[in-house]
């Protein structure tokens, strides 16, 4: 999805997949922490609340807009396993579709410094005038133009994950199922 990327000539198709879960695993546990601390805020984060408004620290939700980009970037590396690859790239597509926001406020939280400054740089035509407006409540914020619902992401980061997951059983599969007929004397 994007760029030519070749893998290495010496690198199978399962320990991509492998790869890629054990990656996925992390960021989805990633996005599965800092969903938590913005759903459930700490009593401590209360004191860098600004004015004592939001129930959330607006850092966390830097660091979730990332943990789900850095997800998403992980499951695009199946495409280097092409017989795995066709339902992940459906899982993206609905994750695209279900987060649309999410590249708008990944760009402004990576180059929040060309942000601020309305910096020739930007890869968004944000102004720095945009950057802390935003109104929310528990369920989500709209901000950036964007309404961001928690419990959507999470569900979509979940959905995309187990694409990720399903890719490396089948593959897990295969091979257990290859190793079986091995150690019965057939052909694999």
Do not use: C
Not at 2 to 31: C, H, I, P, Q, Y
Not at 35 to 60: L, T
Not at 65 to 73: E, F, K, S
Request: no cysteine; net charge negative.
């Amino acid at each position: 999805m994007g760029k030519n990327r070749t893998k290495s000539a010496d690198l199978s198709d399962a320990a991509v997949v492998e790869r890629a879960k054990s990656m996925a695993n992390d960021w989805m546990f990633a996005v599965s922490l800092q969903n938590d601390r913005i759903v459930n805020p700490r009593p401590q984060d209360q004191p860098f609340h600004p004015f004592g408004i939001q129930g959330f620290n607006e850092a966390d939700v830097h660091f979730w807009a990332i943990a789900l980009q850095r997800l998403r970037q992980i499951a695009t590396t199946v495409e280097s396993a092409p017989q795995q690859w066709d339902p992940v790239r459906r899982a993206i597509e609905t994750f695209d579709a279900k987060l649309p926001w999410l590249k708008r406020l990944r760009d402004v939280f990576e180059h929040l410094q060309d942000y601020a400054i309305d910096s020739n740089l930007r890869h968004t035509p944000t102004s720095r005038r945009e950057l802390q407006v935003w109104s929310g409540g528990e369920d989500g914020l709209n901000w950036l133009g964007y309404d961001v619902d928690w419990r959507e992401a999470h569900l979509a980061a979940k959905d995309l994950y187990a694409s990720v997951k399903a890719a490396y059983d089948s593959l897990a599969a295969q091979a257990k199922q290859k190793d079986s007929h091995l150690q019965e004397g057939e052909p694999g």
